[in-house]
């Protein structure tokens, strides 16, 4: 069983940043891709970013490319998201994501492992 806690969020101004950060635990992740999707209540969860554990690959949502980033600590079984640059926009809940295998997907329902979620709000 896969386990993936977040953390990091908070409130931040608008044009202030944050680092989220999600442990894993509970299995071998070099052959698993991780990701970040956010959702605000009654709407849609919407993917962030992803990113392999074995090569590194990324994918981002475009309307976030050059404000978020996403990277991994292999050693630490550690997935970030820096995100810079904060919109009221981005107000949602954050989470983590895991799935087996090297595609890096955008699509949520390809995620078995989720975490908990962490909140992030931009006040304006």
């Known amino acids: 069983q896969v386990q993936l806690v977040e953390s990091g969020g908070g409130l931040v101004q608008a044009g202030g940043s944050l680092r989220l950060s999600c442990v894993a635990s509970?299995?071998?992740?070099?052959?698993?891709?991780m990701g970040w999707f956010r959702q605000d209540p009654g709407k849609e969860r919407e993917f962030v970013a992803a990113i392999g554990w074995t090569d590194g690959r990324s994918k981002y949502a475009d309307s976030l490319k050059g404000r978020f980033t996403i990277s991994r600590d292999n050693a630490k079984t550690t997935v970030y998201l820096q995100m810079n640059s904060l919109k009221p926009e981005d107000t949602a809940i954050y989470y983590c994501?895991?799935?087996?295998?090297?595609?890096?997907?955008?699509?949520?329902?390809?995620?078995?492992?989720w975490g908990q979620g962490t909140q992030v709000t931009v006040s304006s």
């Open positions: 994501a895991a799935k087996e295998g090297a595609f890096v997907s955008g699509t949520p329902s390809r995620y078995e492992y």
């Open positions: 509970g299995r071998t992740f070099s052959t698993y891709t």
